[in-house]
């Protein structure tokens, strides 16, 4: 067995309930692409989530439900405006703009949390919208949690959407970490998006337990006219569904995913606390969901990385990024604390 690490939420397990959940529905045939009985009954738990006027889709994976909500929301000729560190605008190989034509334009984010400034997205709708050689601002979309650990206040979210809607644009959020979110916030998944006007959620299961899955929420029905045939054009549309459906139906049922999210929130934050006075060790970011992010000497990162692994996210900076995934508990949090502190102390008296 592998070690765990600090690495990413998608290196843990599947949650035991979830794979419960795969077990019991691997029984018998069941009707494929969706007509299955268990795809029924994960969009009517989304519906209790979020109210009966919403179209819910299953996806397989993160980058495909951000790739099939733009690809719904836009026309080739549009551009869709992000922070520049936006999963869609970064690590997507360019997905987003292959399925859509559209390109993302990376807007310079807050230097802390890396959330998006209305006032920024201002200024370049000023040069772009109506400009005959600038592909057409149509989309806004932000990450929640931002992809440095930030979480989007609910005033926030508000903000933007309606800034989007007075000029004219639609607001996305990328939730590949929504549980997370909503720990952090501790309010309801509606009241942190549908209530304040986003139009599409991609709404992540994977980062959270599950095997593989994700769900596209559109609160703006209009968009999700010809969502199948974009689903199927993206080479998202999963014949046997019903396998990510009982996987949501088990992460939403009794709470699951919340407890899951408030599992690896906590363990952030309880790592953060217990590295942050260990000498050498200089925290950046306001821990607010499973994310952590320090300064470390660059000598021990490859020594700690042997313990338990994780990626240095800035090279010239020496920081790293810590990730706490929902099977991280209390003892590998102090195991790790405590091999950094013997590791820094002892270097520091060699010193
Ligand atoms: C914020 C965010 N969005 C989307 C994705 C894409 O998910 P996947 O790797 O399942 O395509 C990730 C993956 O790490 C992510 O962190």
Redo the contacts with the bound molecule.
Sequence with gaps: MDKKSFA???YSGVDPEIMNALIKCNIGHAKAYGEDRYTKKAIEKFKEIFGSDIYVDFL???????TVALAAMTESFHSVICPEQ???NT??VG?PTKFTGCSMVGIKACDVGGKLKVERVRDYLKISMGSMHHSQPRVISI?Q???IGAVYTLKEIKEIADFAHENDLLFHI????IFNAADSLNVGFKEMTKDLGVDVL?F?G??NGMM?G?AVIFFNTELAKNVTYRKKQCTQLNSKMRYIAAQFIALLENELGLKNARQSNNMAKLLAESVADIPGVKMTNKVEANTVYAILPKEIIPILQEKYFFYVWDVVRSEVRWVTSFDITKEDVFDFAQQMRKILTKKQKAA
Aim: charged share 25%; hydrophobic share 20%; net charge negative.
């Design positions: 990413s939420d998608n397989y994976n993160g980058t495909g439900a951000n936006a999963h869609i690590y997507e997905a990450t949690p931002t992809e990328d939730g590949a970490r991609s992540g994977t980062k593989f994700e």
